[in-house]
């Protein structure tokens, strides 16, 4: 009898089929948080063997999951504990298949790694901003399916703003063509922007064209030190003002935050820590010169001093400096690991509200749940805050976090709501936050939620039980 495995063997080769030993990374999610156990991972080389992969599976009544880099952060890429999930690996789709310097776009493959897109559209003389702590890894189609942010989303705007089109094999098998390069395109439902977000359970994405930015005369950052989070966001307000359309990034860490860097990477040498509750990491982009872009960085500066708002600030005298900050900051979810395992809220408020929402939650925390350690951090110029919760230093972690998750992220998600608030600013739901989704989105947008899934996918082959509950 022919196996779905072998048939799946025959449409991608033998060697492109892993079973036993070789399922074990793609089993487990980024995070240790949850461990599945899939029947194999098929790893197609074209759209065309992704189509009759999902034709197969949908003839055996198999469930595939869609991974790309596998650094999502919400347990979404990784197969249930059934053993009858066939894992769908996009990373051999990595070729880049059209440059168009004229039109600003490239059209790439969705297992393309992030980090190496931003180096072919910099080889080509242009810049692809998105730009996350993950790019060494992550893929474009898992960006694209969790419409990922980062920390340029304040100038550039996150994955969705950065996609002009998409190549999509459907739950059934067909394989929809909507690569066009056009900044315009009224005719109908925007489908490219059904599938960016949808966290593989509509379609599996397999090429995207993207838009290409004009690389900046300069990029220049600074780190300052503030003394409270009514501070950083008055400071925001202020550099909005100074530095117009050149704000690219500006990034708050707490002191709790910064500190777990220095205990873990004490090489990176992290300034200010110590003396300052809160620091920023501000990134100017600059279409004139260096030279412009300092003199704009220390105006900002001056009157943030004068206004009494910054304690302390550096500007990166070099791009090597600049690196090292931004590796500070990018370090911190790392950090965060070493320490143990942890909370994450991942959550956006309007700006103007986020030091009451940190002051409510903070002070619900500490009440119901002792012992808990704020890791603050995130992408403040985007309302984004990364209000993550370790356990107390004494003890064991992992049996904290399974005593008091639930808890401790009521508290919080509940603080959110009563803000006007996202509990899912940019990592998406997957099966992390599926429970939660329910008490925090009006009853009719899930609704239309899994009328929409109902459509595309009525056989719940596709990621079934991510985002939204599966339907009996
Ligand atoms: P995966 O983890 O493999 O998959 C993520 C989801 O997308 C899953 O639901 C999967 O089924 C689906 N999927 C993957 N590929 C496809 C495809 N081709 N078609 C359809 N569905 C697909 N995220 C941010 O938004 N901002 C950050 O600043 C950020 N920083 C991070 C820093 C670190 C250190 C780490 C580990 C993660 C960070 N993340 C961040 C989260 C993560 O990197 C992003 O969610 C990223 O977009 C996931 O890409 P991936 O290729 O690893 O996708
Ligand atoms: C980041 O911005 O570094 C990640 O999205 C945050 C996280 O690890 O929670
Ligand atoms: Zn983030």
């Known amino acids: 009898m022919t196996t779905l495995t072998d048939t799946l063997a025959a449409i991608v080769g033998p060697a492109h089929v892993l079973t036993g030993a070789d399922l074990d990374s793609y089993e487990q999610d980024w995070r240790g948080r949850v461990r599945g156990r899939a029947l194999c991972v098929v790893r197609p080389a074209s759209a065309d063997e992704v189509a009759r992969v999902v034709r197969a599976c949908a003839a055996a009544g198999t469930s595939l999951v869609p991974q790309g880099g596998n650094t999502g952060l919400v347990a979404g890429s990784t197969p249930d504990d059934t053993g009858t999930q066939v894992v769908l690996s996009l990373r051999r789709m990595n070729a880049v298949r059209s440059i168009d310097p004229q039109n600003m776009t490239f059209t790439v493959e969705a297992g393309c790694i992030l980090q190496t ?32 942010g980062g920390t340029q989303v304040l100038r550039y705007g996150n994955a969705r703003e950065l996609c002009l089109g998409l190549e999509v094999v459907t739950a059934q098998g067909e394989l929809w063509d909507g690569l066009s390069g056009l900044r315009k395109d009224n005719t109908g439902y925007d489908l490219r922007d059904l599938f960016i977000g949808s966290e593989g359970t509509l379609g599996i994405i397999t090429a995207a064209t993207l838009k290409l930015h004009p690389r900046p005369a300069a990029q220049l950052t600074a780190w300052v030190a503030l003394a409270s989070l009514e501070d950083a966001t008055a400071l925001l307000g202020l550099a909005h003002q100074h530095l117009a359309a050149g704000l690219t990034g500006f990034e708050v860490m707490n002191q709790f935050a910064l500190g777990l860097v220095d205990r873990h990477y ?21 279409n004139e010169s260096e030279d412009h872009a300092r003199a704009q960085f220390e105006r900002l500066l001056e009157t943030a001093f004068e206004q009494g708002l910054a304690a302390d600030a550096i500007v990166a005298e070099s791009l090597k400096q600049a690196h090292d900050l931004w590796h500070i900051r990018e370090s911190i979810t790392l950090a965060q690991a070493e320490e143990g395992v942890n909370v994450k809220h991942d959550i956006s408020i309007p700006v103007s509200r986020i030091p009451d929402f940190v002051r409510e939650a903070d002070a619900a925390l500490a009440a119901g749940v002792p012992g808990v350690r704020f890791v603050n951090f995130g992408h403040l110029g985007d309302g984004n805050l990364h209000y993550n919760i370790q356990a107390p230093a004494d003890g064991d972690a992992r049996a904290f976090v399974a005593a008091h998750e639930s808890t401790i992220s009521t508290i919080v998600y509940d603080t959110v709501s009563r803000f006007g608030g996202s509990i899912s600013a940019e990592h998406g739901v997957g099966e992390l936050k599926r429970e939660k989704l329910p008490h925090h989105k009006s009853p009719v947008a899930l609704q239309l939620m899994q009328a929409i899934k109902q459509a595309l996918d009525p056989q719940q082959l596709l990621n079934p039980g991510r985002v939204l509950a599966r339907t009996p």
């Open 266 to 286: 004490p090489q990176l040498r992290v300034p200010m820590w110590r003396e300052h509750a809160w620091c920023v990491l501000i990134e100017l982009s600059d």
């Open 117 to 148: 897109l931003q180096q072919v559209a910099d080889e080509a003389g242009f810049l692809f901003p998105l730009s996350l702590g993950a790019e060494g890894s992550c893929t474009i189609g898992g960006n694209l399916a969790t419409n990922a």
